[in-house]
């Protein structure tokens, strides 16, 4: 059969909306067996070893060869992957791109039992910036890492749990209670968004009963337990949404949708010959990154210089490779709500499905600049991916991102970009599937230009 060359442009059309409609599908699974950072971590490392990396241990010494595929983890939260060229050249300095791992969601404090009535709810504490009224009246459980005891004291195991059952809710009051509820109500942290986790009954024992559950749903065994970091996430999965699919509805797009097209990038990058590759998923950038393994700490900047030094190079060397370095930082950028046209800047709207937004700042909230932009329109001359600039409207205040806290440690050329989302930090965020198909094609791209 000879098609015209209408038919030939609408298979083809078919045929890349089916590919990234797949993608998005893989996106959207990926972040449901990822309701903790550990599980984030686990899942990331899970990808690179069966795409050939080799796991190296943070407390060991490197072996690091030309041709090489590397991954370790730091605080079961983040992951640096990377590869390095067989014929690296200094001056083609390192390719960075990175992410975070943590979403806002509510973290459970210890002694969290509560009894009201014949009511068990948990003590929780608020972590980062969510949008507290959407995680009301909605199927929650618990998610995150027990730790255990181990050979060293100064180095406990860790479990990651993950409770695949809803168990938790946090219930609205009334509205006959609450008859302003529709004209704004302030929430209170500690009071209104505690989950219900059950009733009490006759055999009811307050003290270690969060414990008591853990120990039931997992196996394990109360003697070793020490210590756990839990959290709660929402148990319903993610979905393709519109008509025509062309969303995607589902918790921690922000930032999780980066980590999974930065990490898939890299293993779908052609194999590179001059320069390392490094992808790298910081944890606590929803509450300012200034931890050990955040983006304001000199973790990242250590380990491109372990790496360096693993190959034989010197201080000057490493100097020298960062000098001609870049960061892609890829975190969520705002679309234009409908609704509120007015929050947004008039000429530098992100649009969905127009492509992945690049965020500008004149306070440089953000790392682009002209000549850091510049780099990536060259990046994606003659493919398909498409790009869109957003700047805050004037009166508005972004939030942080890790690019430019990032640079404050490494002084090198980056920008910072994201898929444009609605509803950002809610416990449920939207998006277009195809800046999500972009930014993977972006990560590939980056990796793969000599």
Partial sequence: ????????????????????????????????????????????????????FERIMPREKWEIKKGGKYFFKKSSSTIIAFTVGENFDVKKGFKIFGAHTDSPCFRIKPNPEIVTENIVRLNTEVYGGPILSTWFDRPLSIAGRVIVKGEDPFFPKTVKIKIDEPLLTIPNLAIHQNREVNNGVKIDKQNDVLPVISLINKNFEKKGYLERVILEKTGIKKEDIIDFDLYLYATEKGCLLGVNEEFMSSPKLDNLASVYTGIIGLVEAEENQDR??????????????????????????????????????DRSDFLQMLESSYILSADAAHAAHPAHLGKTDPTNRGKINEGISIKISAKQKYTSDGYSIAVIRHLIEGTEIRIQPFVNESNELGGSTIGPISSTHLDIDGVDLGVPMLAMHSVRELCGIFDVFYLKELAKEFFSKR
Avoid at 22 to 44: G, L, M, Q
Avoid at 289 to 301: C, P
């Fill in 276 to 313: 390392i590759n490094i992808f790298v998923a910081f944890d606590n950038e929803e509450i300012g990154s200034a931890t050990k393994q955040g983006a304001d700490s000199n973790y990242l900047l250590n380990t491109l210089e372990r790496i360096s030094l693993a190959l034989g190079l």
């Fill in 1 to 52: 059969m000879i098609h015209t060359t209408k038919e030939l442009e609408e298979i083809q059309k078919n045929f890349i909306e089916m590919e990234v409609k797949s993608f998005a599908r893989e996106v959207i699974e990926f972040i449901d067996e990822s309701p903790s950072t550990y599980h984030v971590v686990k899942n990331c490392s899970d990808i690179l070893d069966e795409n050939g």
